[in-house]
């Protein structure tokens, strides 16, 4: 299983997601080639949906759809090659619902997976029209509610990830969620970035003996802030060759 994972913030300035659409074909280029089992876009737009065309890469796609008039407003967008379910939003995240993603995927005839994908809120923000907004109460809410999350999964015997842009290293406000959060899975994304943001977290039933689990450092574009990131979870074989199940 590969998973693949890039925050499409763009370069030009400071505030929000402006890659062009000439650069959103180029995305899809990168996600074609690397044909990926499961695609998160962090700082997606609705705006891209015509030049990424996912579905006809034969991914199904979920994302938040509020204010669908508002197509620029950064959101998580989860592609998936397995059936999968979603889960609900927590409510209290209100407006930073666009960036939780939570489903269930059926990989095989054998192994459910539950997946969160997220992106935490910076505290502040800025308008389309660039006026900056405080969102330092909606950060700790989200990290708050996320931690719930973290707590489920480790107790859960479901294979699980909590995969995102945490907004979050030992330099940030609120740093020692990263503690908390590691207290309860185990972190095993790139370690290579000394101020990384950007985390991949499972539980001891998918970090298990059974499962060769690869993360690569992030490979990075000219027109993205963010590299992306691949993943791979591989069943070990036994001595005869079979897929241990």
């Not at 990168?30 to 890469?57: F, H, M, Q, R």
């Amino acid at each position: 299983m590969k998973i693949f994972s890039w925050d499409l913030l763009g370069r030009q300035n400071g505030y929000g997601n402006n890659i062009t659409a000439v650069n959103i074909a180029n995305v899809r280029e990168v996600i074609e080639s690397e044909n990926p089992d499961i695609c998160i876009l962090y700082s997606y737009w609705l705006a891209y949906a015509d030049k990424l065309e996912l579905e006809k890469l034969g991914y199904e796609c979920t994302v938040n759809l509020d204010y669908p008039e508002r197509d620029c407003r950064n959101r998580v967008l989860v592609a998936a090659k397995f059936p999968f379910s979603i889960k609900g939003a927590p409510t209290s995240l209100k407006f930073f619902q666009k960036d939780w993603v939570e489903m269930e995927l059926v990989i095989g005839e054998e192994m459910v997976f539950d997946l969160l994908a997220v992106k935490v809120p910076s505290s502040f923000t800025h308008t389309l029209q660039n006026e900056k907004i405080n969102t330092a109460d909606s950060r700790k809410k989200f990290f708050q509610i996320l931690l719930s999350k973290f707590v489920d999964y480790s107790n859960s015997s479901t294979p699980s990830m909590i995969i995102g842009n945490l907004n979050l290293n030992q330099k940030t406000s609120l740093s020692h969620y990263q503690d908390k959060y590691s207290g309860y899975l185990t972190d095993i994304s790139s370690q290579q970035q000394p101020n990384k943001t950007e985390y991949c977290f499972v539980n001891d039933a998918l970090n298990s003996t059974n499962n060769i689990i690869q993360s690569y450092a992030p490979i990075k574009k000219p027109y993205a802030e963010y590299g992306y990131r691949i993943v791979e979870i591989n069943r070990k074989e036994d001595k005869n060759g079979n897929s241990n199940q």
